[in-house]
């Protein structure tokens, strides 16, 4: 039965099963000023959302254009896509040679190092190579088996050979490295949307990209903003569950979605940068909530790469909310920390 979890500032308990929803307390009527709206825009391969209450008179289009400025503006910086992002002049440049970057790059790949040291190298930034060679990235679409075997032989974690001078807003590689920030970067985007709205006085949203969502405060009536969590079923979308968020964020990763097929078995796209290789285990998803959505982003892929066994045990050590669905014989089996935990 699928479960609703909820952020324990809100009214409802910490976890309550869907049944129970209708036992809960009324909720207090919208004040009547209010009135909610969505935005959206294509970003970044995908679309980013933005759900909200405001008063009748809001100008709905500046807030538009300031949302669809940031994310903008965090592809250009960061996208493995865009040969001329800063990103890529970073993996262009030789190593040791010194590359200035904009302080929210220079956030961004802090933040990927901290969690990059605290998971044991789970999270790796420094898979871009990897990325490519097993064609989920912008050079091939199919994997290359002697791209595989050079990419492999020349990995090395990112925590441990890139570094990082905030005060004069540069960074260097210390050997050939080539990062790949989507595992974080679509989450400071919805991070910076965050921010977009608190500028505009909105106090009442639920903003996304691609499934990494956060909520700024609570509906306008008090309650939270209720988001459905998928099940990690190959070809078709269904709810596992409901996910009820305030002054919250949310991030998922799984196999799911973009994979391939080599010799039978199906290799998903996120990278295992310690074995070099795809993710293989039996984790399907791996749901995380956190403050900033960044940190849930980058944290759902490294619970994920963890595995079943390593996975929770850092999730416990870190003293994360985390919800693991595992396939167990031919079954999902739920595993929750934190807020999720039954």
Same mark, same amino acid.
């Given at each position: 039965?699928?479960?609703?979890?909820?952020?324990?500032?809100?009214?409802?308990?910490?976890?309550?099963?869907?049944?129970?929803?209708?036992?809960?307390?009324?909720?207090?009527?919208?004040?009547?000023?209010?009135?909610?709206?969505?935005?959206?825009?294509?970003?970044?391969?995908?679309?980013?959302?933005?759900?909200?209450?405001?008063?009748?008179?809001?100008?709905?289009?500046?807030?538009?254009?300031?949302?669809?400025?940031?994310?903008?503006?965090?592809?250009?910086?960061?996208?493995?896509?865009?040969?001329?992002?800063?990103?890529?002049?970073?993996?262009?440049?030789?190593?040791?040679?010194?590359?200035?970057?904009?302080?929210?790059?220079?956030?961004?790949?802090?933040?990927?190092?901290?969690?990059?040291?605290?998971?044991?190298?789970?999270?790796?930034?420094?898979?871009?190579?990897?990325?490519?060679?097993?064609?989920?990235?912008?050079?091939?679409?199919?994997?290359?088996?002697?791209?595989?075997?050079? +990419?492999? /032989?020349?990995? &090395? @974690?990112?925590?441990?050979? =890139?570094?990082?001078?905030? #005060?004069?807003? %540069? *960074?260097?590689?210390?050997?050939?490295?080539?990062?790949?920030?989507?595992?974080?970067?679509?989450?400071?985007?919805?991070?910076?949307?965050?921010?977009?709205?608190?500028?505009?006085?909105?106090?009442?949203?639920?903003?996304?990209?691609?499934?990494?969502?956060?909520?700024?405060? +609570?509906? /306008?009536?008090? &309650? @939270?903003?209720?988001?459905? =969590?998928?099940?990690?079923? #190959?070809?078709? %979308? *269904?709810?596992?569950?409901?996910?009820?968020?305030?002054?919250?964020?949310?991030?998922?990763?799984?196999?799911?979605?973009?994979?391939?097929?080599?010799?039978?078995?199906?290799?998903?796209?996120?990278?295992?940068?310690?074995?070099?290789?795809?993710?293989?285990?039996?984790?399907?998803?791996?749901?995380?909530?956190?403050?900033?959505?960044?940190?849930?982003?980058?944290?759902?892929?490294?619970?994920?790469?963890?595995?079943?066994?390593?996975?929770?045990?850092?999730?416990?050590?870190?003293?994360?909310?985390?919800?693991?669905?595992?396939?167990?014989?031919?079954?999902?089996?739920?595993?929750?920390?934190?807020?999720?935990?039954?």
């Amino acid at each position: 039965m699928p479960k609703t979890y909820s952020d324990p500032a809100a009214a409802a308990p910490a976890v309550r099963p869907a049944a129970a929803r209708g036992a809960a307390p009324p909720a207090r009527p919208a004040p009547t000023a209010f009135s909610e709206s969505t935005l959206s825009g294509p970003a970044m391969g995908t679309r980013w959302s933005a759900r909200y209450q405001a008063q009748p008179d809001f100008d709905h289009g500046a807030l538009s254009r300031g949302l669809a400025r940031v994310v903008e503006s965090v592809d250009a910086q960061m996208s493995p896509w865009k040969p001329d992002s800063d990103l890529m002049r970073l993996n262009r440049a030789e190593p040791g040679h010194w590359v200035t970057l904009p302080e929210a790059v220079l956030e961004v790949l802090a933040r990927a190092l901290d969690i990059g040291t605290l998971s044991g190298g789970a999270y790796d930034v420094a898979v871009g190579g990897l990325v490519d060679a097993w064609g989920f990235g912008a050079a091939a679409d199919t994997p290359d088996p002697a791209a595989i075997r050079h +990419a492999a /032989a020349d990995h &090395r @974690p990112a925590h441990l050979w =890139l570094d990082l001078d905030r #005060e004069q807003g %540069r *960074a260097r590689k210390r050997a050939p490295l080539t990062l790949d920030l989507c595992g974080i970067a679509k989450g400071y985007a919805v991070d910076r949307m965050a921010q977009v709205m608190a500028l505009h006085g909105v106090g009442h949203a639920l903003v996304g990209l691609d499934g990494e969502l956060r909520a700024c405060g +609570a509906r /306008a009536n008090g &309650r @939270p903003w209720a988001v459905a =969590l998928e099940s990690p079923q #190959e070809g078709r %979308r *269904a709810a596992h569950g409901v996910i009820e968020l305030a002054d919250l964020s949310v991030a998922t990763s799984g196999d799911y979605r973009r994979w391939v097929r080599i010799g039978g078995e199906r290799l998903a796209h996120t990278m295992d940068g310690r074995r070099a290789a795809p993710v293989r285990n039996p984790v399907a998803s791996v749901t995380v909530l956190a403050a900033e959505c960044m940190d849930a982003d980058a944290w759902a892929t490294a619970l994920l790469v963890a595995g079943p066994d390593e996975g929770p045990a850092l999730a416990r050590r870190m003293g994360l909310d985390a919800l693991f669905l595992l396939r167990r014989g031919g079954r999902l089996v739920e595993f929750g920390l934190g807020r999720f935990a039954s």
